[in-house]
């Protein structure tokens, strides 16, 4: 009998651990059968996103405008002065395809690009006619304003910006000290006068079809300065 109620023991305790496990099956199959779900969603919101990413961007061509200006033309760009043509090219800004001029200015060392459909910005040289009047100016008195000279030096600032030949006169006129000596003048006035003469000694020399000191010569005798500007 004693033998018998061992037996009966054993198999009790095998039956509840069978139940055990079977139990913990079954709460393990839903969970990973979650997880599965999870990842299998998160691969197909990674690969649409990729797949939106990926999109090739079509290069949209700028509105095709009439050249006014030819390879080695020379020009007057407001900022920089005079610059010659020497290639016409495209490029890309962003997305779009842009045709430019390509500019060259000798004397900064120095290439600018400009987009065709800003040719406005530019102008072409001087013809002799205002090249003379431009000398008349030069010979005039200086028209100094009774003015604070802060506001008076964003006038001629804006003067030489411009890149118009008689507004780069008007400011060389005015900032001229003949044979005076440079005492009087300071460093903000001798750097804007220099920034104008040489703008408009540039211009005369292409136009006129002289040597550099030639031309300088020209403008000094118009100026009344003995000392050649440097």
Same mark, same amino acid.
């Given at each position: 009998?004693?033998?018998?109620? +061992?037996?009966?023991? +054993? ?38 996103? &990729? ?17 006014? &200006? ?34 060259? &200015?000798? +004397? ?54 411009? !890149? ?13 000290? !003949? ?24 211009? &005369? ?26």
């Amino acid at each position: 009998m004693p033998r018998k109620k +061992k037996k009966i023991k +054993k198999v009790k305790k095998y039956k509840k651990k069978k139940l055990k496990k079977k139990v913990y099956e079954k709460e393990t199959k839903p969970n990973q059968v979650k997880k599965n779900n999870l990842e299998q969603g998160n691969i197909s919101r990674i690969s649409k996103n &990729f797949e939106q990413k990926i999109e090739i961007v079509k290069i949209k061509k700028q509105n095709t405008e009439k050249k006014i &200006f030819k390879i080695k033309d020379y020009v007057v760009y407001p900022r920089h002065g005079v610059g010659k043509i020497f290639a016409i090219s495209s490029k890309n800004i962003g997305t779009i395809e842009v045709q430019c001029y390509e500019i060259k &200015f000798e +004397k900064d060392k120095a290439v600018g690009l400009l987009p065709i459909n800003k040719q406005s910005n530019l102008r072409s040289l001087s013809s002799i006619n205002q090249i003379n009047k431009a000398i008349s100016i030069l010979k005039e008195k200086p028209k100094i304003k009774k003015t604070m000279w802060s506001r008076r030096a964003q006038e001629y600032e804006q003067k030489i910006v411009s !890149g118009k030949i008689y507004d780069l006169a008007e400011v060389v006129r005015d900032l001229n000290k !003949g044979n005076d000596t440079l005492v009087d003048q300071s460093y903000s006035e001798r750097q804007l006068f220099e920034k104008a003469y040489n703008r408009i000694l540039d211009e &005369f020399q292409i136009v006129l079809g002289v040597t550099h000191e030639q031309t300088q010569k020209k403008l000094d005798k118009a100026l009344k300065r003995n000392q050649i500007a440097e």
